[in-house]
């Protein structure tokens, strides 16, 4: 159930107007694909072989002294398989979550290739035979953009321009609206671009043919929506103004740890929640817990076959005589009307 459950391997940090997802290598298996990613595969073949290894990488900020490391050991994104068919395009496509606007950084490595040596990133991803896709190829010296419609390759768009392979090299993607704008180490390469084929969809790391390519310091940065969670938390939250607090969590990167989505202080979101949140949701039990002027109660919320798939803390002011009994009588119908509008982990996240 937990990988039914799991949310992703990122790290998600919320501003009061955009939010940030990196994905970050370094806490997931070596040899193994990151969790919350589909392998899939455009054309002919088999999907591609996506792995963590370890590589040399150079700093993102230029080192303060010259005794510093050039470049540091660090887990990143490998594509290792080589199918040399020319129609082949081995995806990793994030599952997590659908983007619409946003900017995505990353730095790539083409290592080795016979007939291709090429990286890149898909976005608005709607399935394996519809993207967009922005690439760069050592072989060819070239930097290019283009579409995918039902598997078929539209208007190949970009330069010619050196790509040295064993080095990285640093990739942006931006996509306002209709607008999409490409760059190739730091340089807008690319003429910023209009197409209106595909509003929103998932992103995904490509390679071609017999590419062996790695990647690294993957950010995405997009205008913060207001997740259904934080719409009921509010919603709760002015039904009952007495409440001291109501907050949501959900299963985090891994079984250990869980993630604040909603609270009714929207500047605590975001951040890890304890052990008790955790156990809330993987046994399905009630909590109770009493400070010196206050109780909280956590319950779970479940899904429409009973597991749990979320926890609700309700804080609510003490009194004389408080008891474990009826904090949770005071607790309950407050969870009880949230638990009417969720039916899965979706109505809470998307």
């Known amino acids: 159930m937990q990988s039914r459950l799991s949310l992703a391997l990122v790290l998600l940090a919320f501003s009061l107007d955009a939010a940030?997802?990196?994905?970050?290598?370094?806490?997931?298996?070596?040899?193994?694909?990151?969790?919350?990613f589909r392998n899939a595969v455009t054309g002919a073949g088999k999907p591609g072989d996506w792995k963590i290894i370890l590589d040399d990488v150079p700093p993102l900020l230029a080192p303060l002294t010259p005794q510093a490391p050039t470049v540091t050991k660090r887990a990143v994104l490998a594509q290792t398989a080589q199918d040399p068919a020319d129609e082949h395009f081995p995806l990793l496509i994030y599952q997590e979550e659908t983007f619409s606007d946003f900017t995505l950084t990353t730095r790539f490595k083409t290592v080795r290739g016979t007939v291709e040596q090429m990286a890149g990133i898909a976005f608005r991803v709607q399935n394996e035979t519809n993207y967009y896709v922005v690439r760069a190829s050592s072989l060819g010296n070239t930097f290019r953009f283009y579409k995918v419609v039902n598997g078929q390759r539209g208007n190949l768009i970009g330069p010619e321009v050196p790509i040295p392979s064993g080095i990285w090299h640093d990739l942006m993607v931006e996509c306002k609206g209709n607008q999409i704008r490409c760059q190739l180490d730091g340089k807008e390469v690319i003429p910023p671009l209009i197409d209106t084929s595909f509003n929103s969809g998932k992103i995904g790391f490509w390679t071609k043919s017999d590419s062996?390519?790695?990647f690294a310091d993957t950010k995405i940065v997009y205008p913060r929506r207001e997740l259904p969670a934080q719409a009921l938390?509010?919603?709760?939250?002015k039904k009952y103004p007495r409440l001291l607090g109501l907050k949501v969590y959900v299963p985090g990167s891994d079984v250990k740890t869980t993630r604040l989505i909603a609270s009714k202080d929207e500047k605590e979101i975001g951040q890890p929640g304890a052990k008790t949140e955790r156990e809330v949701i993987g046994r399905g039990e009630t909590y109770f817990g009493k400070d010196k002027d206050s109780v909280s109660v956590i319950m779970p919320l479940r899904d429409r076959n009973g597991d749990a798939i979320a926890a609700a803390r309700v804080v609510m002011?003490?009194?004389?005589?408080?008891?474990e009994e009826n904090a949770i009588v005071r607790a309950a119908p407050i969870v009880k009307e949230m638990q009417a509008r969720v039916q899965s982990l979706q109505d809470l996240i998307e």
């Open 233 to 237: 938390v509010r919603e709760m939250a």
């Open 20 to 36: 940030e997802r990196k994905f970050e290598f370094g806490d997931m298996n070596l040899d193994q694909p990151p969790p919350g």
């Open 212 to 214: 062996v390519s790695y």
């Open 317 to 323: 002011k003490s009194f004389a005589g408080q008891t």
